[in-house]
């Protein structure tokens, strides 16, 4: 399974910041071994309103580092992080478990997610059961087991993309109220942490 490099920063001009996202600085960053990479800002999140979350999808952990360190040596993108005002506040690796539909829509929201790690099939088939529920008002849903992020009360994130909040919402709700979906939580004795909810910038 692939991976995700996250990285949650303060970005003091996030115009700049997503223009450049989604032409030049994209492309380049996708030529230094990032399979794709998106970026999203929180609405709602508590103390973390504001922050931008990036996320850069690569094969395995090396090429995680490979690809920090290449950006960091990338004389243009290091110029794009001083001129948009970039301050990097946490760098996280994980790896995708289960993933269903796309990507592709305006908005998202990421749970932190605490409980008994799983192997990658009983993965499949757990979040199998969410995502029938969480179809019916998302694009798509990323399910990841977190490798690396400091200290942290969670190792589970689960980010769920739609064009509506509202949809999205009473799709969770319902996930939620499953009977069968309550019972696999207490199985893996899974705790939802936090959500935020997010707007796409590239």
């Known amino acids: 399974m692939p991976f995700i490099y996250s990285v949650a920063a303060q970005v003091s001009d996030s115009k700049l910041f997503a223009e450049a996202g989604a032409g030049w600085a994209g492309e380049r960053m996708r030529s230094l071994g990032a399979n794709s990479v998106t970026a999203n800002q929180v609405v709602m999140g508590g103390e973390m309103a504001g922050q931008v979350l990036v996320a850069f999808e690569v094969d395995t952990a090396d090429s995680a ?10 004389g243009d993108l290091v110029g794009l992080l001083r001129d948009a005002g970039v301050q990097v506040e946490r760098r996280s690796l994980m790896r995708i478990q289960a993933e269903f ?3 592709d829509a305006s ?22 059961r969410n995502w029938n529920h969480i179809s019916a008002g998302a694009a798509g ?3 990841m087991q977190v490798i690396a992020s400091g200290p942290a009360p969670f190792n589970g994130v689960v980010v769920t993309w739609a064009d509506s909040m509202d949809a999205l919402l009473a799709a969770s709700a319902a ?5 069968a979906v309550q019972e696999t939580m207490a199985a893996t004795k899974s705790t939802i942490l936090g959500r935020l909810m997010t707007r796409r910038l590239f």
């Open 141 to 143: 849903m990323t399910a």
């Open 175 to 179: 996930n939620f109220a499953d009977p």
């Open 65 to 74: 580092m490979a690809l920090n360190a290449a950006i960091y040596g990338d």
């Open 101 to 103: 539909g796309t990507r």
């Open 107 to 128: 908005h998202a929201t990421v749970l932190y997610v605490a409980g008994q790690p799983v192997d990658d099939e009983t993965a499949e088939t757990n979040f199998t």
